[in-house]
């Protein structure tokens, strides 16, 4: 990964890669890369009960972390998938 060691209890940074999710500009808890192949990370985009590992669910307030999307130096690659969510 890039450069951060990831725990196997689907976490980052000390930020569970599950949850509500706020996309922003500036001050990201996380930065991140969608890639089509060989991601940290499988996410599924969800409207409701974003509980389990890759589970996230788009939020405008309260989330419980944000990320901003680059194109370089993320500090997790991340594929949308449509099932089976979670880490590889």
Request: glycine share 6%; with cysteine.
């Amino acid at each position: 990964m890039a450069g951060v060691a990831m725990a196997q209890d689907c976490e980052i940074k000390g930020i569970k890669l599950m949850g509500k999710v706020q996309f922003v500009d500036s001050f990201p808890d996380l930065k991140i890369q969608y890639v089509d192949s060989f991601p940290d990370i499988k996410v599924q985009m969800v409207t409701s009960f974003p509980d389990k590992c890759g589970l996230w669910q788009k939020v405008d307030s309260f989330p419980d972390f944000k990320v901003q999307v680059v194109d370089s130096f993320p500090d997790l690659k991340v594929q949308l998938v449509n099932s089976f969510p979670g880490m590889p």
